[in-house]
C-alpha cells in the first residue's frame, strides 16, 4: 500500500472512529455523558500517575498501594491472581488497572452502548491532553534520576492542572492549553455557557424559521429582547437566509469574543465550545426539527425555553 494511500485510510477511520462516538453520544442526555466524560478524564488522570511510578518502580510504594486500594478494592488481588495464574504472560500493570476501571467504573456506558462516546469526549478534554505530556516529561526524567519521594496523587493532578505546554506545539490542543493560561477558570466557564446558549439560540430562530421567508411571530420577539438591535443592522424586510443565521451567531458571540481576543485566550473559547457535548446536541436537535417540521408542520411553534429544554433532553432509543 502506498503511503499516501495508508495516510487516506488513517483519517477515514478517524472520521468514521468519531462519527460513531457521535452517534453513540446521542443515546444519553447530554449532561450526564459530559460527567461521565469528565469522571473517565479524572480516572485517567490516576492511571496516569500510577504508570508514571511503576515503570520506575515495578514494586509499587505504599503510597500507590494505598491509593489503589481505595479507588479500585479488590484490584490489587485481581491483578496478583492473574499474574500468577499466567507468568509467562507480558502484564503491565497500568493496562489492568485501565480495563478494570473501564468494567467496573462506567459499565452502564459500556452495557448501554455510549462508551465510545465518553472516551471521545474525555480525550477532547484538555486535561487528559496536559495529563500525558506531563508523564511524557515525568518519564523522561524520572528515566534518568527517580525522586527521592514520590508524588501524591493530589499532587499529580495539581501538576496536570498546572501544565501550560504540550510536546506537539501548533496544534488545536496545544493553542487552546496555552490559552487556559490567560483566562480564571470561572471566567472561562461563563464565557462557554454564554456562547453556548447563544448558539442555540440562533439554531433555534433557524429551525423555526423557512428559507427566504418572513422571519415567523415567534421570532421577532425574542430577537428583540435578547439582541435589541440586531434587526435594526438589517436592510430591508427581515428574510431568513443563511448569512442571517451566521451574522446572528456573530452578533451574539461579539462581546466574548472582542474579549477573549483582546486577552489572547480565544483559542480556548474557541476549543471549549466547538468540543463541547451540548453544542453537538442542539446542532443534531435542530436538523431533527428541519426533518420533522418539514413533513408535518407543526400546529404551534416551541418557544426558545421550550426548544433548548427539549434538545439539552433529547435521545435517541438505545436500539437505534
Not at 499516501?4 to 449532561?31: E, G, N, S
Not at 477558570?185 to 418572513?214: H, K, T
Not at 451574539?252 to 453537538?280: C, F, I, K
Amino acid at each position: 500500500m502506498a503511503r499516501r494511500d495508508f495516510q487516506k485510510l488513517a483519517v477515514q477511520l478517524q472520521l468514521d472512529t468519531k462519527q460513531k462516538a457521535l452517534q453513540q453520544a446521542l443515546l444519553v442526555p447530554w449532561r450526564r455523558l459530559e460527567e461521565t466524560a469528565s469522571a473517565y478524564v479524572e480516572s485517567h488522570v490516576f492511571i496516569l500517575w500510577v504508570r508514571a511510578i511503576a515503570e520506575v518502580k515495578p514494586e509499587l510504594p505504599e503510597i500507590v498501594v494505598s491509593a489503589i486500594e481505595s479507588c479500585c478494592p479488590g484490584f490489587l488481588h485481581e491483578d496478583s491472581r492473574e499474574r500468577k495464574q499466567h507468568p509467562r504472560q507480558q502484564h503491565f500493570l497500568w493496562h489492568s488497572l485501565e480495563e478494570w476501571i473501564a468494567a467496573r467504573k462506567f459499565a452502564d456506558a459500556k452495557t448501554q452502548g455510549w462508551f465510545e462516546a465518553v472516551m471521545y469526549y474525555a480525550y477532547k478534554d484538555l486535561r487528559t491532553e496536559k495529563a500525558w505530556a506531563l508523564w511524557e516529561r515525568t518519564k523522561d526524567a524520572w528515566s534518568r534520576r527517580p525522586p527521592s519521594i514520590w508524588p501524591t496523587l493530589e499532587e499529580w493532578t495539581s501538576n496536570v492542572i498546572a501544565t501550560d505546554r504540550l510536546t506537539q506545539s501548533g496544534t488545536e490542543k496545544a493553542r487552546a492549553v496555552q490559552a487556559l493560561q490567560r483566562v480564571e477558570a470561572g471566567r472561562l466557564g461563563c464565557a462557554v455557557a454564554d456562547l453556548l446558549e447563544w448558539r442555540a439560540f440562533a439554531l433555534w430562530v433557524d429551525a423555526i424559521s423557512q428559507p427566504n421567508r418572513l422571519l415567523e411571530d415567534e421570532v421577532l420577539p425574542e430577537l428583540r429582547t435578547r439582541c435589541p438591535g440586531f434587526l435594526t443592522t438589517l436592510e430591508g424586510a427581515p428574510l431568513w437566509q443563511v448569512p442571517m443565521f451566521f451574522r446572528l451567531v456573530r452578533f451574539g458571540d461579539a462581546g466574548w469574543r472582542s474579549a477573549a481576543r483582546a486577552e489572547n485566550w480565544y483559542s480556548a473559547l474557541h476549543y471549549q465550545v466547538t468540543h463541547h457535548p451540548r453544542y453537538h446536541r442542539v446542532i443534531h436537535y435542530n436538523q431533527r426539527c428541519h426533518d420533522e417540521w418539514g413533513r408535518v408542520h407543526p400546529i404551534r411553534f416551541p418557544s426558545f425555553p421550550e426548544w433548548i429544554g427539549a434538545a439539552d433532553e433529547y435521545t435517541l432509543p438505545q436500539n437505534a
